[in-house]
């Protein structure tokens, strides 16, 4: 069924790609209550960027109430919401956005499971405090039965040589050979001039940063929705690993920088920077317990896991 994936405007629960021209809440009033597995997304910020009226903080908050309140209703009991943001900035005082909008997922019956720390070294600079070098995406659930999947999403071992130095196991090697939880300090660059994700969009998601989110909360052939898609990166993520993706938004051109990007992705021809691609590399900072166990078996699931992730370290 996935070969015959295309784009379309209206949302039915048949279709795989969704790229609504309008309003995200006139998006939503069409998607059937708790059908979405995933919603992720960064909304405005309010910051006055060229998408956005800047608007006063409570009709902000209420417009987003809005759409969180329609997100609730469309969102499966085993579903997830990421609410990716940064800070609203007033006469140069700074309000982080998810501390005003925790209150308003939780008083939806939400449950929070992470805040993420997504941090990147790229942004202005500032002159009167320290320069913003991270945002948060905030992970709701709506019940304590939800879809988590840990391996698909396990990050290699600093150290995998390591070995338990007590205990009954001592002398056997420590780590999980399918890699680590990555924790809750994900540092992935951000789509900035020179990164070859970027667009004319002035805050576009980084494709990894999604695929993550993706991969984790959400099974093959789920829907994943981005209420406020810009050039469609959610959607990219989620075709790219087989789960339906639905989108709304309200600049025509970035609609169509979304269908272009999208259209690319089915090709094969989007380039993005690979999800695994290291930011750290232990052999350039001198590490000496480099050498994985797994590497020297032929036959383990671990020596499978290294090669599959170094496949992906090209750009396509
Ligand atoms: C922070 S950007 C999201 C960028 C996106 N994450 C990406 O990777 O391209 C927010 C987007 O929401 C769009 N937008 C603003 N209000 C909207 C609304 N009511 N319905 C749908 N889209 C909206 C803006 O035009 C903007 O492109």
Redesign the pocket.
């Given at each position: 069924m996935f070969d015959k994936r295309k784009i379309v405007e209206k949302f039915a629960l048949s279709e795989h790609i969704v790229v609504y021209p309008g309003?995200?809440l006139d998006l939503l009033k069409t998607i059937p209550n708790e059908s979405l597995k995933l919603i992720v997304?960064?909304?405005?910020y309010n910051i006055g960027k060229e998408?956005?009226r800047r608007l006063k903080l409570e009709s902000y908050l209420e417009q987003q109430a809005a759409v969180i309140r329609e997100c609730v209703r469309c969102l499966s009991p085993k579903g997830s919401i990421c609410w990716q943001v940064g800070n609203y900035v007033d006469n140069g005082a700074i309000i982080p956005l998810d501390t005003i909008l925790y209150p308003i997922f939780t008083g939806l019956g939400l449950k929070m499971r992470n805040r993420i720390i997504w941090h990147f070294e790229h942004g202005l600079h500032c002159s009167r405090r320290f320069s913003g070098r991270y945002e948060t995406i905030i992970w709701f659930t709506k019940s304590d039965d939800y879809t988590f999947n840990l391996d698909p999403v396990r990050v290699p071992q600093k150290y995998p040589g390591k070995k338990y130095f007590k205990g009954p196991n001592v002398g056997k090697y420590s780590s999980n050979p399918l890699g680590k939880n990555p924790g809750d300090l994900w540092v992935i660059p951000n789509v900035k001039s020179n990164h070859v994700e970027k667009t004319e969009?002035p805050?576009?998601?980084p494709v990894e940063l999604i695929e993550r989110l993706v991969l984790s909360m959400t099974n093959e052939e789920d829907w994943v929705l981005?209420?406020?898609?810009?050039?469609?990166?959610?959607i990219i993520a989620a075709i790219r690993h087989n789960r339906r993706g639905a989108g709304?938004?309200?600049?025509p051109k970035?609609i169509e920088l979304a269908k272009e990007r999208i259209q690319q992705e089915l090709a094969g021809t989007l380039r993005t920077r690979p999800m695994y691609k290291p930011i750290y590399d232990p052999v350039e900072a001198g590490n000496t317990l480099i050498e994985a166990p797994w590497n020297k078996t032929k036959d383990s699931k671990q020596l499978l896991l290294i090669k599959e992730k170094k496949v992906k370290y090209h750009t396509r």
């Amino acid at each position: 069924m996935f070969d015959k994936r295309k784009i379309v405007e209206k949302f039915a629960l048949s279709e795989h790609i969704v790229v609504y021209p309008g309003d995200c809440l006139d998006l939503l009033k069409t998607i059937p209550n708790e059908s979405l597995k995933l919603i992720v997304t960064s909304p405005p910020y309010n910051i006055g960027k060229e998408y956005e009226r800047r608007l006063k903080l409570e009709s902000y908050l209420e417009q987003q109430a809005a759409v969180i309140r329609e997100c609730v209703r469309c969102l499966s009991p085993k579903g997830s919401i990421c609410w990716q943001v940064g800070n609203y900035v007033d006469n140069g005082a700074i309000i982080p956005l998810d501390t005003i909008l925790y209150p308003i997922f939780t008083g939806l019956g939400l449950k929070m499971r992470n805040r993420i720390i997504w941090h990147f070294e790229h942004g202005l600079h500032c002159s009167r405090r320290f320069s913003g070098r991270y945002e948060t995406i905030i992970w709701f659930t709506k019940s304590d039965d939800y879809t988590f999947n840990l391996d698909p999403v396990r990050v290699p071992q600093k150290y995998p040589g390591k070995k338990y130095f007590k205990g009954p196991n001592v002398g056997k090697y420590s780590s999980n050979p399918l890699g680590k939880n990555p924790g809750d300090l994900w540092v992935i660059p951000n789509v900035k001039s020179n990164h070859v994700e970027k667009t004319e969009h002035p805050c576009q998601f980084p494709v990894e940063l999604i695929e993550r989110l993706v991969l984790s909360m959400t099974n093959e052939e789920d829907w994943v929705l981005d209420p406020f898609l810009g050039v469609g990166t959610s959607i990219i993520a989620a075709i790219r690993h087989n789960r339906r993706g639905a989108g709304a938004e309200i600049v025509p051109k970035y609609i169509e920088l979304a269908k272009e990007r999208i259209q690319q992705e089915l090709a094969g021809t989007l380039r993005t920077r690979p999800m695994y691609k290291p930011i750290y590399d232990p052999v350039e900072a001198g590490n000496t317990l480099i050498e994985a166990p797994w590497n020297k078996t032929k036959d383990s699931k671990q020596l499978l896991l290294i090669k599959e992730k170094k496949v992906k370290y090209h750009t396509r």
